[in-house]
């Protein structure tokens, strides 16, 4: 029998993206939002107002010690992750965070012993992952149909005028300016963490550029920052490559893998899981036939797409949705995290080695300055 024991969950942390965790937890069964907090408490009354949260704060320890809280979602930029996760492990509390999980690897090492030492569990929110599109992907690669990856790209778009873009231009001191990636380390996890998977467990080769493609306007640190990121990853015989792309349009969403019995691109935008279509017979006939099986295999993704959208699987936090189900459940019955701290690792070792590359002196400024 399932235990739907109810969670009493909290929320640190009352930015634009805590609104969709509590637009999710309120929706799980044996879930119960419980209390959220911002050291700005006027942003904590106003997100337990639109989402009828009962209790709001403005001291995470106030709100650990009156709440006897068994999750604590962490929705604050990364440079306050580990001592909040300290805070809440003390507390008792497990810990559902944000990316990027820290500001470097080491640190991230250390979030991750803070939560086994105290006995609790984390995972971070690389949501996506659990996109139905992604779960089905999974489920091909473990059933065989990819055969061995050969090569994985994957590739992120980003909308600089868009609301989150625009949010970060038009503000020279916002946080993501001030970590050592940037926008890079904000928005790489959701690359690296599709490529890592794929790769041998061996020390990954990487290599990475970057530069800035839009003109100075503003002579501050919006200026500054990088907009385009290119990697380059190798694990024994497999390759990929990773794109973050501010520029080009449509704004894309995509993990292609190329593997020894078949190649698969999945698009997260339009929900599509469809594996190419291969020349099986000889001449101009053989040429005519692929674009009739991709359209074929399109519409069979249109079909599924829309009995989804009839369960109500097709909303845009879905993803989420199936990560705090397996994350709740496993707190519940003493299970595993739904992802391995060993994978969260090797994604954060190879982001501390992209940044160092393309960002030199903010990388080693904070290694100088005693972030370990």
Not at 13 to 39: N, T
Not at 146 to 172: C, K, N, R, T
Not at 338 to 351: F, H, Q, S
Request: hydrophobic share 45%; with cysteine; aromatic share 8%.
């Amino acid at each position: 029998m399932t235990d739907l024991r109810k969670l009493r969950i909290g929320i640190v942390g009352c930015g634009k993206i805590a609104d969709g965790h509590a637009e999710v937890v309120k929706h799980l069964a044996g879930a119960e939002l419980a209390a959220v907090c911002d050291r700005e408490p006027l942003l904590a009354e106003q997100l337990a107002v639109r989402y009828g949260v009962p209790a709001w704060y403005g001291d995470t320890g106030e709100m650990l010690a009156r709440e006897r809280l068994d999750v604590v979602h962490i929705t604050t930029p990364p440079g306050v992750h580990l001592a909040l996760t300290r805070q809440c492990v003390v507390a008792g509390a497990h810990v559902f965070l944000e990316k990027p999980l820290a500001l470097t690897a080491p640190e991230a090492k250390q979030l991750i012993d803070t939560v086994v030492a105290g006995g609790r569990q984390m995972t971070i929110n690389y949501w996506p992952n659990f996109d139905p599109p992604a779960i089905q992907f999974r489920k091909m690669l473990a059933e065989g149909v990819v055969g061995e990856p050969v090569h994985v790209e994957a590739f992120i778009g980003y909308d600089l005028a868009g609301a989150y873009g625009q949010a970060l231009m038009s503000d020279a001191g916002h946080w993501v300016h001030r970590l050592p990636g940037k926008l890079f380390q904000n928005m790489m996890d959701h690359i690296v963490n599709r490529i890592v998977p794929l790769l041998p467990d061996v020390e990954p080769e990487v290599h990475a550029f970057a530069f800035k493609r839009r003109e100075a306007v503003r002579g501050d640190a919006t200026d500054a920052m990088l907009d385009e990121l290119r990697m380059f990853l190798r694990g024994g015989g497999v390759t990929a490559y990773g794109t973050l792309c501010s520029h080009a349009r449509p704004v894309a969403n995509t993990l292609k893998v190329y593997g020894t019995k078949a190649t698969v691109e999945v698009d997260f935008n339009s929900r599509t899981v469809v594996t190419a279509a291969s020349q099986r017979y000889p001449s101009a006939v053989g040429r005519l036939v692929p674009p009739f099986q991709m359209a074929g295999r399109y519409m069979a993704e249109a079909k599924k797409n829309v009995n989804q959208f009839r369960r109500s699987e097709f909303h845009f936090f879905a993803g989420m949705s199936k990560l705090l189900e397996e994350f709740y459940a496993g707190i519940r019955n003493n299970g595993t995290p739904p992802i391995p701290y060993t994978e969260v690792l090797r994604v954060n070792e190879v982001m501390d080695r992209v940044i160092e590359q393309v960002y030199p002196a903010a990388h080693a400024s904070l290694l100088a300055g005693g972030v370990r």
